[in-house]
């Protein structure tokens, strides 16, 4: 079974400062790797997602996230912090498929990341 | 505006009360969710339907209800719900793998309704 681990439950930046949110996962073969966005009182945004085209992905808003596979680690990270990036990222996997697997994308979330962003 | 929309956004309900969540998708997906969203846990997949067929059921209890009458649209239906049902309710539509898409397909998530039964 999947599963997703992120670690700080809160974690606060200054403005300008890096941002970095880490996410680990388990599964057996590498997974497709999402991170998603949720503002206050709005639904979950797609940040960005791992296909294994590159290990190094970018997203929107400047953020950008690192495939490592030996560290089975997806980290989000983005170099200047801006006030309006306070909000609560999540981490989520989604198995490839084959034998055993569903049809569709199911997603394993991780319990999520409050970034707060001080002035 | 990401494409999917869901009513009512807030809901107040008694506990014998019965009342319906409506989502509808407006970017041509096949795939619908819904999730529930609890404060301080993750987010639990409730349910799925794929080209309009329930594919997934999560163990929900018979107090939730959904249905699906066309790829566009997805309820979920509400009857003698607990307190600990309060929670953020959220539908997400994608692309069914069968036959174009796949696993990395985005899911995209509506604003949610925040349920409170009293």
């Known amino acids: 079974a999947q599963s997703v681990t992120q670690l700080g439950s809160h974690v606060s930046v200054s403005e300008g400062a890096l941002v970095l949110l880490r996410c680990n996962y388990s599964s057996s073969v590498p997974p497709y790797l999402f991170w998603y966005v949720q503002y206050p009182n709005q639904g979950l945004q797609l940040l960005l997602k791992?296909?294994?085209?590159?290990?190094l992905v970018k997203g929107i808003n400047g953020f950008e996230a690192e495939f490592k596979k030996s560290e089975t680690s997806f980290h989000l990270t983005k170099p200047s912090a801006h006030m309006s990036d306070a909000a609560e990222y999540f981490c989520a996997v989604s198995d490839r498929g084959g034998a055993g697997g569903t049809s569709y994308g199911k997603l394993t979330f991780g319990q999520g990341t409050i970034l707060t962003v001080h002035p | 505006e990401t494409g999917v929309t869901q009513t009512p956004r807030h809901l107040v309900m008694g506990m014998t009360n019965k009342k319906s969540l409506k989502c509808e998708q407006h970017?041509?997906?096949?795939?619908m969710y819904w999730y529930k969203q609890s404060a301080k846990k993750p987010l639990e997949l409730m349910f799925v339907y794929s080209l309009e067929e329930r594919v997934e059921n999560n163990s929900v209890p018979s107090r939730f209800s959904p249905e699906c009458p066309n790829s566009s649209h997805l309820f979920l239906h509400l009857h003698t719900l607990q307190p600990e049902d309060s929670a953020l309710y959220l539908c997400?539509?994608?692309?069914?793998?069968?036959?174009?898409?796949?696993?990395?397909?985005?899911?995209?998530f509506g604003p949610g309704t925040r349920l409170t039964v009293l």
């Open positions: 970017l041509g997906h096949n795939a």
């Open positions: 997400a539509s994608s692309q069914d793998p069968r036959p174009w898409g796949s696993r990395a397909d985005t899911q995209y």
């Open positions: 791992y296909t294994s085209a590159a290990t």
